[in-house]
């Protein structure tokens, strides 16, 4: 890994600039993008460099899905009512523990404009509602359920909404979405540079970042940025050193969501430049055993027995509370009639009986903790009732038909899937602040290098949402500075 | 707060220096104390700076109680058998998620020789055994288990044996520590001087820190220090804008343990210094219901009626999961015959009822949810058994003698005590790490400025323990650096 002293540069050592531009921006993935289209928008000559091949990063292999609301085209054609009001009490309720009200407050005022400027700059979405688990994996409808708005406690909190708003394709739909805000990029004037690596910042004497040191296959380029330099360079969770000595518990995830490039550099970048990181140890933590939603019908219950969470909660927040809470050894308990193989993932069966006591004594529970917890949740099914954990009544089912199976849930059995949620503190300009709370002159950033909306709680849509959102902000802030 | 700008000056900015010395100190605590006493014995000149009136920092109004092991001549004297193995074995199962073995093992392996230097700075410890729950308030013997060695699921992993070391005295234990530290840093040579805050790291070309800029009240004072500087000056519990930040669930707790110097700073200071701070969510979170042990023959129920721990875990281990794992909403439940006030802080109670039925009614849990639970958990008590949580068996009682009450564990009610643990990297020599992995040149830290051997979890003197034990190293790497 790079030293964080060579990570910042004095500008007095660099003897002359080989580039210069207005607004240079690290990483041209979504948040990249969105920086790049509203800075030259805003009359600045702006430089891209991106490390890959090619532009696009971990959004291009994403679903495509931004989290929107408050009212949408989209919401309204089909038949939801949403309002800023909703969203933001939904957001404040799920985004946390502690979620900054200064980033969600615009976000969800400014929503419905920022989905205007997306359908503006090229990216199509269908005016359909997908009614599956979660989102669309071989068709194209608009809009889904990508968090937990629809079930407890959140569908007592906030009137429930869909806001996932997923790119009209019926595969590679981060592909596509990547395709129009590159090319916006480019319409607008940016200019794009490949296989660049920003190997540090340049600072002045009075700590204002002033352009970045840069390695390409022809070698180092000193790239002055007169206005500023914005950090959209992905998240950290394929760098081991940085995941174990922050967030630990995400190296027990045998799936990583993101591409090699997610290493922390822009992370690093920020903090040798005097930026913050914050809630480092956020990220979030995938269950993906659904779909089909008919395992929803089980019920996930911890090494004593006991059941933990309402299992038509979002698969993020299912592998938060199974992984972090219960440490892993947790169980999906079926019957005969529940049981089905994910489409997603493979799964183990810990232990298999043709009664619940079988059951119970095959994976080791107290005696009678799991027939007890069985017992009380189909009386209640029965009558379509879950008192204690409020499951939505159409998975509301007894389970009663030998055999029954327990489902392993520990890490080394199911395939929790992560990515990191820490990063640089930004306000809501985009601004890397210091942990003074003053802001990095000339520095600014957006999207996973950032710790953004969701601190720790998220739903689907919120990583592209808010890299759009703040990277369009940064974009703006940045071309006006200076 | 400070702009973490100018917490880092360039020696260039400094046209000449005020004072001299080998080893700066800031902060004169329990780890500035012993960083100072090492230094000057290995041959350095050493200046102590502390911002209150009078040394001992957070450390003097402490219990005094040092985590030591591994076969100490208290641990002996007093009938226990310990090795540096089961000590190890224990931290690392209890230190996590994720300890650090490279702190954890020396700590281990040199705890004898720590106690005795210890003693040797004429720290007293009488060889007694206390038996009671925690700590003794009002008394004066030198060893207790202060953690969860004896109690589920710890006692599995390693021979149980008591690690807390008290300084004998009746009251005011840190106190008597501090003197005995503070007299031996005197005699060794070391000068203190009080009401000097750190306001700077002065930091040369190449990055290596060479003196400090300090602040007294006869106005600015330059510190040149030749070998290196050590940060001691505690943890952030009262800096609330740090807190919210990094780790807003100790916002939550009502009492906050330490002073007002524990505000960050010097974490601050090794960042701006190019230092790294990590698992800064961390934090002791103590819920300190017990003395007197007989409450622990209650029950712990979340909000759902399900029991979440053994009852005889140690106050932090319960702190944290009732907090952070039922977001504080949960109970102690009790019987006529359990019932107690707490000696240390008030309580509420939630709800009482002259069944089970009632209570749990009154309490609004689901129906039967709290009457199963105390089915099972009556069932086995009565044959001295806790298969669900192994809670030891002289604390097992059915609880069946009416009135029940519930005691209100959410943090509005039950008084939680916080304090910070997170902090600058470090390794085994005291080194303050840099993102990279290498050290920053000239800095050291030790104590609750670093993150030390408690990564979340937490035995009571692992404090006083690590600050101690990694301020001796610091002491001595930095006098025979540079």
Redesign the interface.
């Known amino acids: 890994?790079?030293?964080?002293?060579?990570l910042r540069r004095d500008e007095r050592e660099i003897p002359s600039w080989d580039v210069s531009c207005d607004v240079l921006v690290v990483g041209a993935g979504c948040a990249g993008a969105c920086v790049a289209i509203e800075a030259a928008q805003a009359g600045a000559s702006v430089l891209v460099l991106e490390r890959a091949g090619g532009p696009g990063g971990t959004s291009a292999l994403s679903g495509g899905l931004l989290y929107l609301g408050g009212g949408t085209p989209i919401q309204k054609a089909c038949g939801f009512d949403d309002s800023p009001e909703e969203m933001f009490k939904y957001m404040m309720a799920a985004c946390g523990?502690?979620p900054d009200p200064q980033l969600i407050e615009p976000y969800c005022e400014r929503s419905v404009e920022h989905f205007h400027w997306l359908v503006g700059r090229g990216v199509p979405f269908k005016p359909a509602f997908f009614e599956g688990a979660h989102e669309p994996f071989s068709s194209d409808e608009g809009l889904t359920y990508s968090g937990s708005e629809h079930v407890h406690p959140f569908n007592q909190i906030a009137r429930p909404a869909p806001r996932g708003h997923i790119t009209q394709q019926v595969t590679s739909k981060g592909s596509l979405l990547m395709r129009h805000l590159v090319t916006a990029a480019e319409a607008s004037g940016a200019e794009t540079r490949l296989q660049h690596r920003c190997e540090a910042l340049v600072v002045a004497g009075d700590?204002r970042v002033v352009g970045a040191v840069v390695r390409s296959p022809a070698g180092e380029h000193r790239v002055r940025a007169r206005r500023g330099v914005v950090l959209t360079a992905g998240g950290f969770i394929f760098n081991d050193?940085?995941v174990?000595?922050?967030a630990?518990?995400l190296?027990r995830c045998r799936a990583k969501v993101g591409t090699e490039h997610d290493d922390g550099l822009g992370i690093?970048l920020g903090?040798?430049a005097?930026g913050?990181?914050?809630?480092?140890?956020t990220g979030d933590i995938s269950l993906p055993l659904f779909p089909p939603n008919q395992l929803r019908q089980g019920i996930f219950v911890n090494r004593?027995?006991?059941?933990f969470l309402n299992e038509d909660a979002y698969m993020g927040r299912a592998g938060e509370f199974a992984l972090l809470?219960q440490e892993g050894r947790a169980f999906l308990i079926v019957d005969d009639e529940v049981f089905v193989r994910p489409d997603l993932f493979p799964i183990e069966i810990a232990a298999v009986g043709e009664s619940i006591a079988e059951l119970e004594s095959e994976l080791g529970l107290?005696?009678?903790?799991l027939e007890?917890t069985l017992t009380?949740y189909n009386r209640h099914a029965e009558r379509g009732a879950d008192?204690?954990?409020h499951k939505g009544v159409h998975y509301l089912k007894p389970l009663v038909t030998p055999p029954f199976a327990a489902i392993d849930l520990s890490p080394e059995s199911a395939v929790y899937s992560a990515f990191t949620l820490g990063g640089l503190?930004i306000d809501a300009s985009g601004a890397v602040l210091?942990?003074?709370?003053?802001a990095v002159p000339g520095l600014y950033a957006a999207g996973r290098t950032t710790s953004g909306i969701a601190k720790q709680g998220y739903s689907s849509g919120m990583s592209l949402g808010d890299g759009s959102f703040f990277g369009r902000r940064a974009g703006r802030a940045a071309a006006e500075s200076g």
């Open positions: 890994m790079l030293d964080v002293g060579r523990p502690e700590g050193e940085m174990q000595r922050h630990p518990h190296a690093r903090l040798a005097g913050e990181a914050i809630r480092m140890e004593r027995g006991e059941r809470h107290p005696a009678s903790s007890d009380l008192p204690l954990f503190r210091q942990p003074s709370g003053a």
